[in-house]
T-cell receptor, first 113, second 114 residues
Framework: KAGVTQTPRYLIKTRGQQVTLSCSPI?????VSWYQQTPGQGLQFLFE???????NKGNFPGRFSGRQFSNSRSEMNVSTLELGDSALYLC????????????FGPGTRLTVT | AQTVTQSQPEMSVQEAETVTLSCTYD???????LFWYKQPPSRQMILVIR??????QNATENRFSVNFQKAAKSFSLKISDSQLGDAAMYFC???????????FGKGTRLSVIA
């Protein structure tokens, strides 16, 4: 099976712009989770989608949003970008989510200038 | 809120030697899962080992094993016969069985010296 793919791999944006990141999970996986990774804060959970429904949400402002499509592909959107949004955004998929192994994608490196 | 603490920001080990990475967590739950993830310089995070809290037997995966002490809320990772390819960031993670997301520690950077 193909692994988790994320596009784009690298992105440079300007403050105030918005950005959309995409994640394609492993075939058959219905759960997709998003994480933000920064040197200072480490790995922080953003949200999880399961069968097109947001099942869990982390402690991030409303500028961060996501969705999942019927084919389990997921997108994450960040509006009104701030310098602090610069991070590696990781997507992970699993069969059911809870307790199951999460398979991570290579990440999208977002730089906000 | 559950927290995961990795007290060793950096560790090093000689090739072929054994190293133990520490992890403690804080929870009031009795049923949960614990994981060790490895993130090599290429950035692709991969699962190393998984432990279910209700199982007393420590999980083992080839050269990787854990020492799970539920009462002490400790979950250390032992890497035997260390190889150059083991060099990476290692993250300890906790997941409550009640359908909540993974909580990660800050990570331990492991260097392997030839």
């Amino acid at each position: 099976k193909a692994g988790v793919t994320q596009t784009p791999r690298y992105l440079i944006k300007t403050r105030g712009q918005q950005v959309t990141l995409s994640c394609s999970p492993i075939s058959g996986h219905r759960s997709v989770s998003w994480y933000q990774q920064t040197p200072g804060q480490g790995l922080q959970f953003l949200f999880e989608y399961f069968s097109e429904t947001q099942r869990n949400k982390g402690n991030f402002p409303g500028r961060f949003s996501g969705r999942q499509f019927s084919n389990s592909r997921s997108e994450m959107n960040v509006s009104t970008l701030e310098l602090g949004d610069s991070a590696l955004y990781l997507c992970a998929s699993s069969e059911m989510g809870q307790g199951y192994e999460q398979y991570f994608g290579p990440g999208t490196r977002l730089t906000v200038t | 809120a559950q927290t995961v603490t990795q007290s060793q920001p950096e560790m090093s080990v000689q090739e072929a030697e054994t190293v133990t990475l520490s992890c403690t967590y804080d929870t009031s739950e009795s049923d949960y899962y614990l994981f060790w993830y490895k993130q090599p310089p290429s950035r692709q995070m991969i699962l190393v080992i998984r432990q279910e809290a209700y199982k007393q037997q420590n999980a083992t995966e080839n050269r990787f094993s854990v020492n799970f002490q539920k009462a002490a809320k400790s979950f250390s990772l032992k890497i035997s016969d260390s190889q150059l390819g083991d060099a990476a960031m290692y993250f300890c993670a906790y997941e409550f069985s009640g359908n909540t997301p993974l909580v990660f520690g800050k990570g331990t950077r492991l260097s392997v010296i030839a």
